[in-house]
């Protein structure tokens, strides 16, 4: 029988999971920080949960909590005096209170999967990554004193004692030698394993705003975490662009604006040679994203960017992601060119405009809905 903390436990977190489900797209669209805490694990910022409270019934018989009054009145006694002394002038109304709860990876993915209904992804190709894990399940005569037996090493001393008729019932004492000593052994298990590596690519000229900006970060954690569930390990990397494309870390990809003009090709070809260099198509699952408000410098540049899409990228990713993030100083028209040029031909090209953070959830689905 289950203890009954335990099924409160798991009735507290049924119910955090289902506040979690029920404001997702206004939790997603403001872009609340989502804050990780070790290895697959999230603190998330809430409205704190209501606890059931009794509440008295319309019956007035007297005593405290019924009668005259009104609610939050203090009971006073005859006793009772007023405080004297300046008056405080602190604020009568009540103030938020948040609950910060711990949530897993894995429950965070069931609810984006729940509330957007995503298929789960279909690794390409056979190869996989093999990883050896120690897993201690038998015991040998020899190892390090952390890890020896106790159990087990009492349990051998006893036998040897009887054996030898040193073992006195009467006046019990278990003294282990050293050849009684028993450790815990461990065997290599060879798992394979599918990996995936994220590319985005961002456009930083000028008309990237802040706003647009605040939204690339929300939707790529999103696509990262649900990667994350469903790969065993990730790699992701980062690229900005204007005129010209340089790889950087997280925090600069999400601070740098540029003033400059605007050549996608050039994020592509870095694209492809990071590619090249560091991720076999045979052993890593790919997904470049790229995210810009749809400017780019010419005609010719682009042409130049379908090149390097159908010969260079999509043959090896799984899947390329572009999403249009909207802005008053962009035109749009790469959208218009890449749905003219893939809208018929490839499950591999998924266009996504991200008018604002109402539509980053949506933009998620379009991303990963196909399983790819």
């Known amino acids: 029988m289950d203890h009954p903390i335990k099924n409160d436990h798991s009735r507290f977190r049924k119910i955090v999971k289902g506040k979690l489900r029920e404001n997702l797209k206004n939790f997603v669209s403001k872009g609340q920080q989502i804050i990780p805490k070790g290895k697959n694990k999230f603190t998330i910022p809430m409205p704190s949960i209501e606890i059931p409270r009794f509440k008295f019934g319309s019956k007035s018989q007297g005593g405290t909590g019924q009668g005259d009054g009104q609610q939050g009145e203090p009971v006073q006694g005859k006793g009772d005096q007023k405080a004297k002394g300046k008056p405080e002038k602190a604020g009568q109304d009540e ?56 159990k087990r090493t009492f349990r051998q001393s006893l036998k040897r004692q009887i054996s030898i008729g ?7 004492s278990i003294i282990p030698t050293r050849k009684d000593y028993r450790f815990r052994a461990s065997k290599t298990k060879i798992e394979k394993q599918n990996n995936a590596v994220v590319i985005y690519m961002m ?3 000028g008309s990237m705003g802040d706003e ?55 994020a592509y070809k ?36 379908l090149d390097i899409l159908n010969t260079q990228i999509l043959p090896v990713s799984n899947m390329f992601g572009y999403g249009q993030v909207e802005s008053r100083y962009g035109s749009g028209q790469f959208f218009k060119d890449l749905h003219g040029a893939y809208s018929d031909k490839t499950q591999k090209v998924v266009l996504s405009k991200i ?8 933009s998620i689905k379009d991303f990963l809905g196909k399983g790819n």
């Open 95 to 150: 103030g938020s209170k948040e609950l910060e709860v711990d949530v897993s990876l894995e429950e965070l993915a069931s609810i984006l999967s729940e509330e957007l209904e995503l298929p789960n992804i279909e690794p390409k190709g056979s190869a996989q990554i093999e990883s050896c894990k120690n897993r201690y399940t038998s015991i040998g005569t020899t190892g390090p004193d952390s890890l020896k037996h106790h």
């Open 166 to 172: 040193a073992y006195d019932p009467d006046r019990p």
């Open 203 to 205: 456009d930083v000229s």
């Open 212 to 266: 647009q900006k605040e939204i690339v970060r929300t939707e790529s954690f999103w696509i990262n975490l649900w990667l994350k569930h469903q790969y065993k390990e990730i790699d992701i990397r980062y690229i900005i662009h204007d005129a010209s494309a340089k790889e950087v870390e997280e925090e600069v990809f999400f601070s740098t604006r540029e003033s400059g003009g605007t050549l996608i090709s050039s």
């Open 270 to 305: 870095l694209c492809s040679e990071i590619i090249k260099e560091d991720y076999p198509e045979s052993d890593w699952n790919i997904y470049p994203f790229h995210f810009s408000d749809g400017d780019n410098w010419s005609s010719d540049d682009t042409k130049l960017c």
């Open 355 to 362: 008018k604002d953070r109402e539509a980053i959830l949506p």
